[in-house]
């Protein structure tokens, strides 16, 4: 059982080793990811055993097993990425301005890291790798907090990368599994002065639970409330086929299509561009002039009539909403309250309306004719991601490394004082 004395030990040790991280080399940063990618491969029916005790307490039916399960290939992947981030360029110490006053004063705006991060998210047992490798390779200590799905998957991920670090002659404590309990989440959201900055990925609920408690800095990442806009001018081969990936590609996941929005003068093309989600066996929450077009040509099992409640839902699971509007003002409008500001989407040949729709919805990524699964750092060329943040400070969209950094100012003189 740790107490209150014990986790603030855990906190300052962390705070003691970001000093370390700060003189490690990128060549050693480097090496570090390439040795864990290889014990990763090495253990993977280790890990796999561990996952399946994590997965064998979850029911096969939750959407969110697929978020929590393990694989052979999977942890491949998950050694691939830790490769391609030692291959990305180190984020940490780039000089991004300089300026020379008429006073003499050199003024340069350098990159440096947070210092400690703590990161607290639920049944993604990757997300432990891929955390770590974000944050050493970008000068930061990281506290994980897992959830209780992902346990015994995460004790051992980390004990792994651990395991490496001491074989490197490295501090471990450059990465630490905190308890999987409350009170270590109470305490880290109270950490000022030990951690620098908090970020949480997981549900909305899990979001605003740590935003409204905690007084460490927060970037909010991870809920993602999707919408999909078919205008009056959608091409449907084109609509049904970003809507079914958009929806079906992976359920569980934040940039999943929750909501299409459909105008009324196309509403008799719909039951085509919903017909794609039958073989996922997607169940439909329809308004009314929607569930009247689809009856008799979507399965009744999986039709319902929609309420308030279905708008503004992350489904993360075989379910989506559909809003039918009169006008693409009404589509803003709907977007606009019930939108997460995470990723949203119109598909239209209509040049005018695409770019209106691009500058006036308030997202971190917003598409036209393509699919909202694209919202992640790899796939926007960014190596990897830490999460999808729908905030406006600091980072918006795929916090990647760059994003794993602030900056400070370096002012160099000759002797200047400031007159008057």
Known sequence: MYTKNSLSAIFERAHQAKLELNRMDDATINKVLEAVADEAVAQTAYILEENAKDLARMDPGNPKYDRLQLTEKRMEGIAGDMRNVAMLPSPFGRLLSETTRPNGLTIKKISVSFGVIGIIYEARPNVSFDVFSLCLKSGNVCLLKGGSDANDSNIAIVGLIQKVLKSLGLNPDIVTLLP?????????????????????????????????????????????????????????????????????????????????????SRIHDLSMLCEPLIASNVTIYADVPAYASLKGFYPDQLLKESTETEYGTEFLDYKMAIKTVNTFSEALEHISRFGSKHSEAIISENKIRIATFQQEVDAACVYANASTAFTDGAQFGLGAEIGISTQKLHARGPMALQEMTTYKWIISGNGQIRKG
């Open 180 to 264: 999987n309990d409350r009170e270590s989440t109470t305490q880290l959201l109270n950490a000022v002065g030990q951690v620098d900055l908090i970020i949480p990925r997981g549900s909305q609920s899990l979001i605003e639970y740590v935003r409204d408690n905690a007084r460490v800095p927060v970037i909010e990442t991870g809920a993602g409330i999707c919408h999909t806009y078919f205008d009056e001018f959608g091409d449907l081969t084109k609509g049904a086929a970003i809507i079914e990936n958009a929806k079906t590609r992976r359920v569980s996941v934040c940039n999943t299509l929750d909501c299409l929005i459909v105008h009324a």
